[in-house]
């Protein structure tokens, strides 16, 4: 008993407390009181701490991280974000591989026949950029025309509402060849204005070793056309263009080039075809 009545005795001693300045010893506030007045003061404010606490987390901005439900819908929604992202990103992967392939294709690097169809994870891609896809009845024609050229006229009759228009004026110094020379080269003014001959959108702008500066445009329709060794190109891959549009300026860049001159080509699904048969120079 005599500790327990020691203890109470000490919490009833009164205690001073003050602050004093540490170069003058000045006292510059104090007071005075019992341990047990002290020690009650710090647990009722550490109550009201604690109390404001719980308020702020459970019911303010807070709130969300300590409910599980909320918690669980959230992660539904983030694993359905990853499901989405992980197709999509699948999805440009293949389209990314087909236009590259369709360059290739236009630089002479890569055989036409290993793009001649569109994958078929592909069909949900919205391919507003590129619209060279093959069905099995267009494959059958594309042969056709490269037996026999006589049915890209026959085809220019269901599309003869198609509006085509030179993209330079000049005298051609070297005319469409399948097998030898699949484009027309028009020598003209010099750095005269390169103009597209047609509506669409460019999917190909850069440079290479041996045409130079070159632009490829998708018309749509299965319509594609190139310009080569240009002296400089006007536009950007993934422009929109209208027909008469300056895409570039007639050069002399790239190593197969042997003077300032426009080489020109014309494809139609996946196949080279005679300019002239289009357009009049």
Not at 250 to 262: K, Q
Request: hydrophobic share 35%; aromatic share 10%.
């Amino acid at each position: 008993m005599g500790f327990f009545k020691k203890k109470i005795n000490q919490l009833q001693e009164d205690i001073r407390i003050s602050s004093s300045n540490p170069e003058t010893f000045d006292e510059n506030w104090s007071f005075v009181s019992s341990r047990f007045q002290l020690i009650s003061l710090i647990t009722l404010v550490l109550i009201l701490f604690g109390i404001l606490l719980f308020v702020f987390l459970f019911y303010g901005p807070t709130r969300s991280w300590f409910r599980t439900e909320d918690v669980s819908i959230e992660r539904q929604r983030l694993e359905a974000m990853e499901i989405r992202v992980r197709e999509l990103t699948s999805e440009f992967e293949v389209q990314d591989n087909f236009i590259l392939n369709l360059q290739n294709v236009m630089l002479g690097k890569i055989s036409p026949d290993s793009i001649s169809s569109r994958p078929k994870n592909m069909e949900n891609v919205n391919l507003s950029n590129v619209n060279v896809a093959t069905t099995k009845d267009e494959g059958k024609l594309a042969r056709k025309v490269k037996d026999d050229m006589r049915t890209v006229k026959k085809k220019t009759e269901s599309t003869k509402n198609l509006l085509f228009e030179a993209p330079v004026r000049g005298e051609i110094s070297e005319k469409f060849s399948l097998d030898r020379h699949p484009a027309v080269d028009i020598v003209c003014k010099k750095e005269a204005s390169v103009k597209a001959c047609m509506d669409g959108i460019i999917i190909y702008s850069g440079y290479t070793k041996n045409d130079g500066n070159f632009i490829i445009i998708d018309h749509g329709g299965s319509y594609l056309s190139l310009y080569k060794h240009n002296k400089v190109n006007l536009k950007k891959m993934g422009q929109r263009i209208q027909l008469g549009d300056p895409i570039a300026i007639v050069g002399n860049t790239g190593e197969n080039s042997t003077g300032p001159h426009l080489h020109f080509e014309l494809w139609f699904e996946q196949r080279p075809v005679d300019p002239e048969t289009f357009m009049t120079f």
